[in-house]
């Protein structure tokens, strides 16, 4: 979310922006409904004080005439409040839901184009690999090496439902523990957050496209069943899944005041992770390319207001998810995505995406995001600084690793002609016995 004033002074740059990252909004609108919001509080904040005057005066009239014109003018302005009060909460609501569309600013680097194909692919490190073997996806693979099932996944949980198993569930474990060490040892915090919230988390971040949660376009699942509060009492709040632990992490920062030299914060959170899918209908129905639930490590940071500075620490936690694919083995490339292709709040982002034999391409594993202030605000996340002002935090974050897409990388890129498949040595030490593949039964 982006401040009024800042919105009315840079109109035109926020119009440019919202056509270049494909949002359905009238600026000029916004504008004006604003206006007409701060003319209706105007007036309703004047008699709200005429109010009380009236109220001093029959509490002060000196005699029963006083009294009664004082009453008679209290009753006008009785009037007056009720006829504008609701008037003014239905421009306020109207206000606020326009506010809530408005998109962040890209940055000067980031690419123009209508959808993904305007993607600009940056990099491109690691050899494909060459197979004298006729190659298997990890469908396949899996089932041979008795470590996937999918069949009975979707007995079970239906649609995208899958079983991990045996030497599967040791490899897809020992890709988040590898993540979350990795993260410690550069200097994030370890946390596993909730991954049940309330829905200001995910509006916070930007994970409800509109004010309130929308079941027809947003990805997240809403749990139906009901639930008690402290006090026994039938809780009135909604709650939904987390899609990552994003939301959660920087939730947990929620409407505090922070102190610069507190700045950077940074934390690694692991968590369960759920997806409704729906706007990925009939893609990727195979396999674990796409599916509703998964582990998943991720990065946030917590910085002061300073773009620059910003850009430079987005840089480097991409840099830590090149060296991770580097580390597994992975043939990657990077992606710097184009505004059409951007969420509303993203100032600047990045995909990376490992080699998959199977689909003959690179899939994504991870997307690093600027947001500057944007998610603050709206979580209401401050600092002061060394002068004594208050300003929002910059909110980045970055996939470290999930578990199903490089999970998938591993299996296709290193079988072996034999059936077996080799285990990256960074992950070999929390494999059992830290064994070197997974091998037929």
Sequence with gaps: ML????????AEAIKEVAKNKNIDLNIDELLDVNQRRLLLLQKLEDLSAQKNAVNLLISNAKNDAERKAAIERGKIIKKDIEID??????????????????????????????????????EKTGETPKFNFEVKDHIQIGKDLDILDLEKGAKVAGYRGYYVK???????????????????????????????VKGNALFGTGYFKG??????????????????????????????????????????????????????????????????????????TKGLYRVHEFMKVEQVVLMAADVEESIKMHDAMLEMSKEIHAELGLPYRVLKICSGDMSAGKFRA??????????????????????????????????????????YVYMLNNTVLPSPRPFIAILENFQQADGSVVIPEVL?????GGIEKIERK
């Design 3 to 10: 401040d009024i004033k800042f919105i009315r002074e840079n």
């Design 85 to 122: 009060e609701p008037e003014y909460q239905k421009i306020k609501e109207q206000f606020e839901v326009l506010m809530v569309k408005v998109p962040n600013l890209i940055s000067a680097d980031t690419p123009i184009g209508k959808n993904e194909e305007g993607n600009v692919e940056i």
């Design 166 to 196: 045996n030497e599967g569930v040791s490899l897809m474990m020992a890709l988040m523990m590898y993540a979350l060490n990795k993260m410690i040892e550069k200097g994030f915090s370890p946390m596993i957050p909730p991954t049940l």
């Design 211 to 284: 004010k309130e949660y929308d079941s027809e376009v947003d990805e997240v699942y809403e749990v139906a069943s009901g639930d008690k509060e402290q006090d026994g009492k039938s809780s009135k709040e909604k709650k939904f899944l987390v899609g990552t632990a994003e939301p959660s992490l920087l939730a947990y920062f929620g409407d505090e005041v922070l102190r610069q030299e507190q700045l950077p914060i940074k934390v690694a959170g692991y968590s369960q992770c759920y997806r409704s899918e729906i706007g990925s209908y009939g893609k990727d």
């Design 350 to 391: 990045f995909d990376i995406e490992a080699w998959m034999p199977s689909r003959n391409a690179y899939g994504e594993t991870g997307s690093a995001s600027n947001f500057l202030d944007w998610q603050a605000r709206r979580l209401n996340v401050k600092y002061v600084d060394k002068e004594g002002n208050k300003k």
């Design 428 to 432: 070999r030490k929390w494999m059992p």
